[in-house]
């Protein structure tokens, strides 16, 4: 036995039993239970009781609240990446020709290593309609202060902003790294040919480019979507934001279970909801694929 | 507003003259390159500010005195700075219990992911065995899991863990594993990406190193730990240093499982959760205070490893 569990044979399953053992207890398990969970009604106190499809036809017909969320959530990440990713590229493309790299870096990256809670405070302060660092600046200019986080119309877009702020760095330094890996040569030759500024990235970087855009389209859209911890902090003692404009699906599911203990329908929403994050992922990839990249 | 963005712009005027003397910009006329020049570096002054400002308006509110927050209008610049607040704030929260959490329970994390992620990372680089194929591609596929899948599920397998927190065999009588800080640990105990990334650094080192020390008698666990592993240093480091940073803010499934055990809070989700106690105008300096708290032992771990975080963070978008 003792020359079985040290022979080569036996070694890579050792290595990978710790692995194995969590899979099938935090991932096995919890992927079968949720969709189980997801076909009863369970309020955690008293035993589930079977409904089979009943909870995914209530959210997808009848749900006034529901439909209404996955639009909302849907802005959120389309409008992040529709804001954050050409702002990050034109400051990588900056970033990449400047000196002092390391001072910008260290400037851009500090978003990334502070602690949801206090950037959601530090904006709900900057946010203050009254007298909130942002109106404040908008003032000098002579504009009017809008009520970012009161004002229903506005509250998304103020989270879609904050979210930009917090993501730029490193969406910044992703681009930064792929418009390095862009051999000078294809430059050189594109020059010879006369290529002025502009088609020099329309022609050469962004093209090059492609794998990086996908890298950071995707992962983005992801975390977009699935994304609620901001709204908490940004809209504290609401039900996601002034008459829940700034409820994402993320986290009325949330509510859904931890307030409202319907763990079954709650269940169904994060599968229906990872349904959808999964097929736009797979067109995006597909999308991407016939412009002709390859990533991962 | 000036004069705060004086200390952020003056490198970037430094930069500016040296940029507009020679290389790196492209070639063109000296007109044209000092005009990119300008563009370039008001571009990334403007974006420093905008990233830099809030911390500077978070730390300006902490400083303020009730008095300067009740005036109206408000006033902006505190004219006594209030630096005591930083000291009170840790007689008005338990915020050393928090930090003490914080500490342990990253720490805690990161220890395990380093040991799960390099030993299967170096199991599935380094062995031909049946099933490899599969558990890699098990990896790859476990990453498309989106967080939010695991928060119900988890809750109530912690909750009816057997045999812990007063349960019995079936998982029923006790709060099982909610309540302990195995809660907060062992959930994040793998991570697929750390494996994933760990053997992208095993797959560098060649096959004929470690079968030279089994020819010399190795036993497989001294091959891995005192061979293999100090070849990936700069992996493990990387992964850590990933890995202790997003811990550390992580807000969202320590909240869940901590609302009803106060002794278990970290510092991001004490502060979150016991914002009604900052109802008050007047209080809210000390709330700007503790969020200061919160934010500084990071950025001084971050700034004093930046270099591997930032490896980090590209080494996601490389082809693998």
């Not at chain 1, 979210?163 to 862009?182: K, T």
């Not at chain 2, 952020?8 to 063109?28: H, M, N, Q, W």
Request: glycine content about 8%.
């Amino acid at each position: 036995m003792r020359a079985f569990l040290s022979s080569k044979k036996a070694a890579p399953w050792l290595f990978l039993s710790p692995v194995i053992l969590f899979a099938l207890v935090f991932f096995v398990l919890p992927v079968v239970f949720a969709a189980y969970v997801s076909l009863t009604t369970w309020d955690s106190l008293t035993p589930p009781r079977w409904v089979g499809l009943r909870n995914y036809e209530y959210l997808l017909t009848r749900d006034p609240v529901f439909l209404r969320t996955l639009w909302q959530t849907l802005y959120f990440a389309i409008g992040t990446l529709a804001i954050g990713v050409p702002l990050a590229l034109v400051l990588a493309y900056a970033f990449s020709r400047s000196r002092h790299q390391g001072l910008w870096r260290v400037l851009y990256t500090v978003p990334m290593v502070t602690n949801i809670v206090a950037i959601g405070f530090i904006f709900w302060f900057v946010f203050r309609q009254t007298d909130g660092l942002l109106n404040r600046v908008l003032g000098l200019f002579g504009l009017p202060g809008p009520g970012w986080l009161t004002d229903p119309g506005l509250a998304m877009t103020s989270a879609i902003l904050v979210f930009v702020w917090m993501e730029l760095g490193r969406n910044m330094l992703l681009f930064a790294a792929g418009l390095g890996s862009i051999d000078e040569s294809y430059y050189e030759a594109a020059k010879l040919d006369g290529a002025g500024h502009w088609q020099l990235f329309r022609f050469v970087t962004l093209p090059l480019l492609r794998p990086t855009l996908l890298f950071v389209v995707i992962t983005g859209f992801i975390s977009g979507m699935s994304y609620f911890t901001l709204m908490l902090v940004l809209f504290p003692g609401t039900q996601g934001g002034p008459s829940r404009a700034a409820l994402t699906t993320g986290q009325y599911m949330y509510q859904m279970a931890f307030e409202d203990l319907r763990m079954g329908r709650a269940s169904a929403v994060s599968y229906i909801l990872f349904a959808l994050v999964s097929v736009v992922t797979l067109i995006q990839l597909r999308v991407m694929r016939r412009g002709g990249v390859d990533a991962h | 507003m000036a004069d705060t963005s004086l200390p952020a712009a003056a490198p970037a005027v430094a930069a500016l003259a040296e940029a507009a003397a020679g290389p790196p910009v492209r070639p063109g006329g000296r007109g044209r390159r000092i005009a990119w020049a300008v563009l370039t570096y008001t571009l990334l002054t403007l974006g420093a500010l905008v990233m830099v400002l809030p911390f500077l308006d978070m730390l300006l509110g902490a400083l303020r005195t009730p008095a300067e927050r009740l005036a109206r209008p408000p006033v902006y610049w505190p004219r006594d700075p209030q630096w005591g607040n930083f000291v009170r704030v840790f007689d008005e929260l338990p915020l050393l219990r928090w930090l003490a959490n914080s500490l342990g329970v990253t720490a805690a994390i990161t220890v395990l992911q380093i040991l799960t992620s390099a030993m299967g990372g170096y199991a599935l680089a380094k062995f031909h065995f049946r099933g490899r194929l599969g558990m890699f591609r098990f990896a790859v596929g476990a990453q498309m899991f989106p967080f939010f899948i695991f928060l119900i599920p988890w809750f109530f397998i912690l909750r009816y863990f057997p045999l812990v927190g007063g349960n019995n065999l079936l998982g029923v009588g006790g709060m099982g594993l909610l309540g302990s800080y195995a809660a907060l640990v062992l959930p994040f105990a793998v991570s697929w990406y750390g494996i994933f990334l760990m053997r992208q650094f095993f797959l560098a080192i060649p096959d004929e190193l470690l079968d030279a020390a089994r020819m010399d008698g190795a036993g497989e666990f001294y091959i891995f730990f005192r061979i293999a592993l100090p070849l990936v240093g700069s992996g493990l480091a990387t992964l850590a240093i990933f890995v202790f940073l997003y811990h550390w803010n992580e807000v969202l499934w320590t909240m869940t499982v901590t609302r009803t055990a106060p002794d278990l809070q970290t510092l991001p989700v004490g502060i979150y959760l016991l914002r009604g106690a900052f109802e008050q105008e007047a209080t809210k300096s000390l709330q700007q205070a503790a969020i200061c708290v919160s934010v500084l032992p990071v950025l001084i771990v971050f700034l004093a490893l930046q270099r591997y975080y930032v490896a980090s963070v590209t080494s996601g978008s490389v082809k693998g």
